[in-house]
């Protein structure tokens, strides 16, 4: 990992935090639309439906922790590589890798909970 890549590899997980923060922020204003649907006494026929998206929700947030915090010690490593150390390199670059393929898997679960939700809403009674 020359210092080009080191370089573009801190930028991508500078990257990473951003987009969780974002994917953060969408799956609280998801909680809020839920709550805001149960309230309304035309959907209480749903309350398992419901039930199952919250679980979604919470599921997602243990989801968001896991990878900030993985993505958060890996800046941290990124950042103090120390240029000689060849074993340390290839972590690095390996962890990489793993935490580009979590960001992967991550955003294709969010649009998946957010396509199945958007569908749950546009289905409410107004």
């Known amino acids: 990992m020359g210092t080009n890549n080191l370089a573009a590899s801190i930028?991508?997980?500078?990257m990473w935090k951003l987009e969780i923060k974002y994917l953060e922020d969408e799956n609280i204003r998801f909680k809020i639309n839920l709550a805001n649907i149960?309230?309304?006494d035309?959907?209480?026929y749903q309350i398992e439906r419901m039930e199952h998206f919250q679980n979604r929700f919470l599921k997602?947030?243990?989801?968001l922790?896991?990878?900030?915090?993985?993505?958060?010690?890996?800046l941290q490593l990124l950042q103090?590589?120390?240029?000689?150390?060849a074993q340390q390199l290839k972590t690095l670059e390996y962890d990489q890798l793993r935490l580009e393929m979590k960001m992967i898997l991550l955003r294709r679960d969010f649009d998946n909970m957010a396509g199945d939700f958007n569908d749950f809403?546009?289905?409410?009674p107004s």
């Open 11 to 14: 930028v991508k997980n500078e």
């Open 38 to 40: 149960l309230a309304n």
């Open 42 to 44: 035309g959907y209480k």
């Open 60 to 63: 997602m947030d243990e989801q």
């Open 65 to 74: 922790n896991l990878l900030k915090h993985d993505v958060r010690e890996q």
């Open 80 to 85: 103090t590589y120390n240029h000689s150390n």
């Open 121 to 124: 809403v546009k289905a409410a």
